[in-house]
């Protein structure tokens, strides 16, 4: 993966992660977990979408709806493994 490649990577992680953490309260942790939640959250959306046939589009909005919603998933596992 080259510089640029990674930059635009965790540019979509950050924006998605900060998205993620507003649609679902109590979600966000700051910059950097903000960070994290929505590179796990593109990883997600990666493994999942293509198995269940959706997708949403190329190009950098779609990669940031679909981080988005993976970052969604990962905050509801979060918060129901952090009640348990």
């Known amino acids: 993966m ?7 990577f965790l540019l979509v992680g ?3 992660g900060w998205l993620a953490s507003q ?15 929505g590179v796990i959250g593109a990883f997600i959306a ?5 198995r269940l046939g959706i997708s ?14 993976g970052a969604v998933i990962l905050l509801f596992i979060l918060r ?3 009640r348990a």
């Open 46 to 50: 990666g493994y999942l979408f293509p």
């Open 14 to 16: 950050l924006v998605a």
């Open 2 to 8: 080259g510089g640029e490649s990674l930059l635009v």
């Open 23 to 37: 649609l679902v309260r109590g979600g966000g942790f700051g910059l950097v977990g903000d960070l994290i939640v």
């Open 56 to 69: 949403l589009g190329s190009g950098i909005l779609g990669a940031i709806i679909a981080a988005t919603i």
């Open 80 to 82: 129901a493994v952090k």
